[in-house]
């Protein structure tokens, strides 16, 4: 028994060994695997980084990934609205085969880009709907937008020019601003607004919104611009008057443009004569337009003529230059114009023959010719962005001398002598229209006749005295209203003000005159140094003796150094920073007619506002880098939502 005990005790014992041993044996195999596999992390981890530095080196490439993507989205966005063209189409589904320029413009970068050929981007965040679009427009100008106001704030001071025209059932406000940076003159497009409000205290309150809303509501703003609306120029209720009461220092210049058109405007008024001239204009204008058949005759009468082939041109009442050219035009192709109505038998081709055939309006024809002629040069120079106050002024005193010249006899005779010779080479009867006029009879008591007259008197007799009277009638009547109009306008800057001015140009006589400047500065709250003058003054004379002659207000202002001449160069910059003109709204409603088409009617005031802006501002919007929007766009679309997309919170954690 004992025995068989002890035999059972000695085979337990060894049992328990043996799974002891294949214990430990297990257990060394299973701790040398993850040793194995802890030494090939840890080899890995040398050569590709940590878990942790995978991760972010992942992430990394994601938001590097989905940059570069949005890259292309800016791209195309930036192009369409630098050209003002659509955006979206009529449908924009799968199965359609025109979705938009947007779209197909990114579809063919897709053909040709080879990061877009490998790249997918995740479905619910493509970036390709009308939302995104719209948001990405509004980065991009109101990136454009922060450059403008940068630059503005760095000047320090600046003008603002505003006006406002009709679209549609709205009333639209343009703003652009003026200032000086560096060493040029800008005019920028700051805003297209919508006008509530319609009289002067609405107006100026909007204008003051919109600089409030880009923060340069606290800046100098020097001088206003508009056009001469009562609601605007008003001295008293007027826009103008409401906007000086935040800022005193803003002189009001009624816009030089408008007022050299006012001149050709006011002077038709009070002709009777003129204004019938140009009403026949318009009348062959519009015969020759509005029917295909008469242009069609037009255009093969210029053709067997050989005349060179030149639309004619429609008239406007608040564009100079239209006036001029329609009168070059019915000039140059008086010849076809007399022939064509000549060959189309209505009562209006008869009647309108009739009257171009007059003398009289020969003579219009010529003497309109040469007297906007002068005033050509002086239209296109106040359309200009650079333009200083006082260069206006010398340009507009010497028109005005120029016109003054041209009343005298020796000009009456030559627009006679170019009259009679149109008539001559088209072949029309020159009759003394002043003989037919019904004139009241003179008693010719107490006087002595010392000449024959009447029947009596010769061809020579006649055409002088026909040559006399349209001088009289209408060549000196034009002028001297023309050189009134001249006189009267172009003085809405105070004479003490204007004289500061002109002081500060190089080509005038009272040039950096110490008495004009001071007066100047202290309407601007400038401290002028007399000594900087002094110096300032002294320094030009040498540079003149040398050769190094100054041309103008800004090569004044370029030669001046801020730190030698700090009080002067504010003074110069005031000066240069008034506006002349507010050409630069006009142009922004010429690209607004543009973008607001009639298929572009639901276009919301936002979205329009934003087009305007990179559509004008064209240059700032392919200066800025897609670096800078695309964080914009990031920042914006943290803020519209609390359920940011897995990209934007990657770009917030990382602070891109």
């Given at each position: 028994?004992?025995?068989?005990?002890?035999?059972?005790?000695?085979?337990?014992?060894?049992?328990?060994?043996?799974?002891?041993?294949?214990?430990?044996?297990?257990?060394?195999?299973?701790?040398?695997?993850?040793?194995v596999i802890?030494?090939?992390?840890?080899?890995?981890?040398?050569?590709?980084?940590?878990?942790?530095?995978?991760?972010?080196?992942?992430?990394?490439?994601?938001?590097q990934?989905?940059?570069?993507?949005?890259?292309r989205?800016?791209?195309?966005?930036?192009?369409?609205?630098?050209?003002?063209i659509?955006?979206?189409?009529?449908?924009?589904?799968c199965?359609?085969?025109?979705?938009?320029?947007?779209?197909?413009?990114?579809?063919?970068?897709q053909?040709?880009d080879?990061?877009?050929?490998?790249?997918?981007?995740?479905?619910?965040?493509t970036?390709?709907?009308?939302?995104?679009?719209?948001?990405?427009?509004?980065c991009c100008?109101?990136?454009?937008?922060?450059?403008?106001?940068?630059?503005m704030?760095?000047?320090?001071?600046?003008?603002?020019?505003?006006?406002?025209?009709?679209?549609?059932?709205?009333?639209?406000?343009?703003?652009?601003?003026?200032?000086?940076?560096?060493r040029?003159?800008?005019?920028?497009?700051?805003?297209?607004?919508?006008l509530?409000?319609?009289?002067?205290?609405?107006i100026?309150?909007?204008?003051?919104?919109?600089?409030?809303?880009?923060?340069?509501g606290?800046?100098?703003?020097?001088?206003?611009?508009?056009?001469?609306?009562?609601?605007?120029?008003?001295?008293?209720?007027?826009?103008q008057?409401?906007?000086?009461?935040?800022?005193p220092?803003?002189?009001?210049?009624?816009?030089?443009?408008?007022?050299?058109?006012?001149?050709?405007?006011h002077?038709?008024?009070?002709i009777?004569?003129?204004?019938?001239?140009?009403e026949?204009l318009?009348?062959?204008?519009s015969?020759?337009?509005?029917?295909?058949?008469n242009?069609?005759?037009?255009?093969?009468?210029?053709?067997?003529?050989?005349?060179?082939?030149?639309?004619?041109?429609?008239?406007?009442?608040?564009?100079?230059a239209c006036?001029?050219?329609?009168?070059?035009?019915?000039?140059d192709?008086?010849?076809?114009?007399?022939?064509?109505?000549?060959?189309?038998?209505?009562?209006?081709?008869?009647?309108?023959?009739?009257?171009?055939?007059?003398?009289?309006?020969?003579?219009?024809?010529?003497?309109?010719?040469?007297?906007?002629?002068?005033c050509?040069?002086?239209?296109?120079?106040?359309q200009k962005?650079?333009?200083?106050?006082?260069?206006?002024m010398?340009?507009?005193?010497?028109?005005?001398?120029?016109?003054?010249?041209?009343?005298?006899?020796?000009?009456?005779?030559?627009l006679?002598?170019r009259?009679?010779?149109?008539?001559?080479?088209?072949k029309?009867?020159?009759?003394?229209?002043?003989?037919?006029?019904?004139?009241?009879?003179?008693?010719?008591v107490d006087?002595?006749?010392?000449?024959?007259?009447?029947?009596?008197?010769g061809?020579?007799?006649?055409?002088?005295?026909n040559?006399d009277?349209?001088?009289?009638?209408l060549l000196?009547?034009?002028?001297?209203?023309?050189?009134?109009?001249?006189?009267?306008?172009?003085?809405?800057?105070?004479?003490?003000?204007?004289?500061?001015?002109?002081?500060?140009?190089?080509?005038?006589?009272?040039?950096?005159?110490?008495p004009?400047?001071?007066?100047?500065?202290?309407?601007y709250?400038?401290?002028?140094?007399?000594?900087?003058?002094?110096?300032?003054?002294?320094f030009?004379?040498?540079?003149?003796?040398?050769?190094?002659?100054?041309?103008?207000?800004?090569a004044?202002?370029?030669?001046?150094?801020?730190?030698?001449?700090?009080?002067?160069?504010?003074?110069?910059?005031?000066?240069?920073?008034?506006?002349?003109?507010?050409?630069?709204?006009?142009?922004?409603?010429?690209?607004?007619?543009?973008?607001?088409?009639?298929?572009r009617?639901?276009?919301?005031?936002?979205?329009l506002?934003h087009?305007?802006v990179?559509?004008?501002?064209?240059?700032?919007?392919?200066?800025?880098?897609p670096?800078?929007?695309?964080?914009?766009?990031?920042n914006l679309?943290?803020?519209?939502?609390?359920?940011?997309?897995?990209?934007i919170?990657?770009?917030?954690?990382?602070?891109?």
């Amino acid at each position: 028994m004992e025995k068989k005990m002890s035999r059972e005790t000695c085979g337990g014992v060894k049992n328990w060994r043996k799974a002891l041993s294949f214990y430990h044996k297990h257990e060394s195999s299973q701790s040398h695997k993850d040793s194995v596999i802890r030494w090939q992390s840890y080899k890995a981890s040398l050569l590709k980084g940590s878990v942790v530095q995978q991760i972010e080196s992942a992430t990394s490439t994601e938001v590097q990934e989905r940059r570069e993507y949005l890259k292309r989205i800016v791209a195309v966005t930036s192009m369409l609205g630098k050209q003002g063209i659509p955006f979206r189409g009529h449908d924009e589904s799968c199965e359609s085969h025109d979705k938009g320029m947007f779209a197909e413009c990114f579809k063919l970068v897709q053909k040709f880009d080879p990061f877009l050929k490998s790249y997918t981007p995740p479905l619910n965040t493509t970036y390709l709907s009308s939302c995104s679009q719209n948001e990405m427009v509004q980065c991009c100008a109101e990136e454009v937008t922060a450059t403008i106001v940068k630059e503005m704030r760095e000047a320090q001071m600046f003008a603002i020019m505003a006006d406002e025209a009709r679209d549609g059932k709205r009333e639209q406000l343009s703003l652009c601003v003026r200032y000086v940076t560096g060493r040029m003159i800008k005019e920028r497009f700051l805003a297209l607004t919508e006008l509530m409000g319609f009289d002067a205290e609405s107006i100026a309150n909007t204008i003051e919104q919109q600089l409030a809303l880009n923060g340069i509501g606290d800046l100098k703003c020097v001088a206003q611009t508009y056009d001469g609306a009562a609601v605007m120029s008003g001295a008293v209720g007027g826009v103008q008057a409401h906007f000086r009461k935040k800022h005193p220092e803003a002189v009001y210049v009624h816009c030089y443009a408008h007022e050299l058109n006012l001149v050709l405007c006011h002077t038709c008024r009070a002709i009777s004569e003129a204004r019938e001239f140009f009403e026949i204009l318009e009348s062959v204008y519009s015969f020759f337009s509005s029917s295909l058949v008469n242009h069609h005759k037009f255009v093969e009468t210029q053709t067997r003529l050989g005349l060179q082939q030149t639309e004619l041109v429609q008239l406007s009442s608040t564009r100079w230059a239209c006036q001029l050219r329609s009168v070059n035009c019915v000039l140059d192709n008086f010849p076809a114009i007399i022939e064509c109505l000549l060959g189309i038998n209505t009562p209006l081709a008869v009647g309108l023959r009739v009257k171009l055939c007059k003398f009289s309006s020969v003579y219009l024809l010529v003497m309109f010719h040469t007297l906007l002629s002068l005033c050509a040069g002086l239209h296109l120079y106040l359309q200009k962005e650079n333009i200083d106050l006082a260069r206006a002024m010398e340009y507009k005193n010497a028109v005005t001398d120029s016109l003054k010249e041209k009343r005298s006899d020796s000009t009456a005779g030559e627009l006679h002598a170019r009259a009679l010779a149109i008539c001559d080479a088209n072949k029309l009867v020159v009759s003394d229209e002043s003989s037919k006029q019904r004139r009241k009879t003179k008693r010719m008591v107490d006087y002595v006749v010392e000449s024959n007259c009447g029947a009596g008197a010769g061809s020579e007799a006649t055409s002088s005295s026909n040559a006399d009277d349209l001088k009289q009638r209408l060549l000196f009547p034009c002028l001297d209203r023309m050189l009134a109009e001249l006189e009267k306008r172009f003085s809405d800057v105070s004479e003490e003000l204007l004289c500061g001015i002109q002081a500060c140009s190089p080509k005038s006589e009272q040039f950096l005159s110490v008495p004009l400047l001071s007066a100047l500065a202290l309407h601007y709250n400038i401290d002028l140094k007399p000594a900087e003058v002094m110096v300032a003054s002294n320094f030009f004379k040498r540079k003149n003796e040398t050769g190094g002659d100054v041309e103008d207000m800004l090569a004044v202002y370029k030669q001046l150094d801020a730190d030698m001449f700090p009080t002067l160069k504010a003074t110069v910059q005031a000066a240069l920073t008034i506006p002349v003109s507010s050409c630069s709204c006009e142009r922004s409603f010429s690209a607004l007619r543009r973008l607001h088409t009639w298929l572009r009617r639901t276009m919301g005031q936002n979205r329009l506002h934003h087009l305007a802006v990179m559509s004008i501002e064209k240059e700032l919007l392919d200066s800025i880098s897609p670096e800078i929007v695309i964080d914009r766009f990031a920042n914006l679309k943290v803020s519209k939502t609390n359920t940011a997309p897995k990209f934007i919170n990657v770009l917030v954690r990382l602070n891109w």
